[in-house]
């Protein structure tokens, strides 16, 4: 899955092997491990965005969809919470995000929801 992106991948892990500070490449990179399914990489890349910008909340979301793929619930919904506090706000994009699955039944995203003034779907 996701040979498409062989050469993608390899030409933006060379970038960032040359410079490691780019957060343009780690944010391409994160998409990309991601939409191939190396989820394991993909927080790995979120992880590293998240020390680099730690006040952007956009960066947060992504990371709290990292983490609910690799099935760490809990603090997937933590983060979830602090990207909302930053200043997330797509809400409708939020309920549709298939990466945010793994969370929806877990009683922490419920009481999130509540709080947001949403519906669970």
């Known amino acids: 899955m996701g040979e498409e992106y062989n050469f993608e991948i390899s030409f933006y892990e060379?970038?960032?092997?040359?410079?490691?500070?780019d957060v343009r490449?780690?944010?391409?990179?994160?998409q990309l491990y991601t939409k191939v399914g190396r989820n394991a990489e993909g927080l790995s890349m979120d992880l590293r965005l998240?020390?680099?910008r730690p006040e952007d909340p956009m960066i947060h979301y992504n990371l709290s969809c990292s983490?609910?793929?690799?099935?760490?619930l809990g603090e997937a919904v933590e983060v979830l919470m602090s990207a909302i506090e930053m200043g997330y706000s797509d809400f409708d994009w939020m309920m549709q995000?298939?990466?945010?699955?793994?969370?929806?039944?877990?009683?922490?995203?419920k009481e999130l929801l509540n709080e947001i003034g949403r519906e669970p779907s």
């Open 50 to 52: 998240s020390k680099a």
């Open 14 to 21: 060379d970038l960032d092997k040359r410079d490691s500070n």
């Open 67 to 72: 983490l609910a793929l690799m099935g760490q």
């Open 25 to 30: 490449v780690m944010e391409i990179l994160a």
């Open 97 to 109: 995000d298939k990466d945010l699955d793994p969370i929806r039944s877990h009683p922490a995203y």
